[in-house]
């Protein structure tokens, strides 16, 4: 029989294709999952540098919210003891994880006179830190008395159409009180200057520090790289009387810090009343008061325009003759002072004190 031919179409075995070796297949596997974390962590850092900022924003804005709420709870307590007898108030705990207060001490100084009769018209004046000068227009000044803290001087004198020099040995660590009196033994005028202390809440920022300055029931602030602002003016008020007079309020705070607060999640602290002092009450006289303040050179102006704004606007429109409130004592700036126009109506002048000591 004839051998069989192979046929022309007829196909080869199917081809074994070469098949990879394992440490290849190892090294293809370890390949891709390194490329997997490289894209995760590639994504992630896009997405933390995308919201950083706005995660330094909102730390920021968290510390500064926890900053002003101290402030506010700070401030309500602080009047609250004040007004509490002496030797008396209250303990509160704040939460100071990235606040810091500090005390400002002596930091505001209030100088207020006035006459405490309409007969005579009295001017006294610091001539140095040993010599106060005392001017009676109608000469009826005969005696006067110097209060401080610590002690308390009388000085008799004759009466005089010229400024009569008083030597004294007070001194004036944290207030003086001026009282002249007439022949009968009357006060006629008086003249006080009292230094105020306050206490500055301090917070870190991304940008820097925020801080945070109460000072006799007024507050002040400053960003990084900001001046200090007024946002709170001093508890000075004007009210009309139901008998047509006026009374002109001043409360002076005057908070003490004794000892370090230290800082954490809950710091307790005292704050005790040092006793709430008068400096006036009744009808006044050619009234005068000054504001300085002593810690920054910004913040007297701001309160000098606050105080005249009313003042100015009545100026520049003419209406001086019907206006009542606050006015220059001398030069229109308030350099030298301010002073209350009531337009003749009667004056009834109220200044209180409110000392409290803060401590752990």
Known sequence: MPKGVPS?????????????????????EVLGVVMMLAMVITIMGGVWVFLNPYIGDFEDNTNWN????????????????????????????????????????????????ADLTPYDSVIVRNVNISTIGVYSMNETARSMSIETESSIENYAFDSS???????????????????????????IHRSVTYIVSGIQITTSLGMGEHQIALMNDARVERFPNEPWRVTQYPNLEIDTLVNGEFRLSLVLNDVLINGSLGSGNNIGMNMISLGPMTLFTGHAYNVKFTV?????????????????????????????????????????????????????????????????????
Do not use: C
């Open 8 to 28: 022309v179409n007829a196909q080869s075995s199917t081809v074994s294709h070469p098949s990879l070796r394992r440490d290849q297949r190892g090294v293809s």
């Open 66 to 113: 926890s900053a002003n709420g101290i402030a506010e709870r700070f401030q309500d307590r602080i009047d609250v003891a004040g007004s509490a007898p002496e030797g008396t108030g209250i303990r509160h705990t704040l939460a100071l994880q990235s606040t810091m207060i500090q005390p400002i001490e002596k930091v505001e100084t209030w100088t207020i006179a």
């Open 161 to 187: 159409h010229q400024e009569v020099l008083i030597n004294h040995t007070s001194s004036r660590q944290h207030w003086i009180s001026v009282t002249v009196y007439d022949a009968d033994g009357i006060a």
């Open 292 to 360: 300085d303040n002593a810690l920054n050179d910004m913040i007297t102006p701001q309160y000098h325009e606050r105080m005249l704004d009313e003042y100015t606007l009545n100026r520049a429109s003419g209406t001086l003759d019907t206006y009542v409130g606050y006015a220059p004592y001398l030069r229109a700036s308030g350099a030298d002072g301010f002073t209350v126009e009531t337009q003749g109506a009667q004056l009834f002048l109220e200044v209180d004190v409110k000392r409290v000591e803060v401590s752990r």
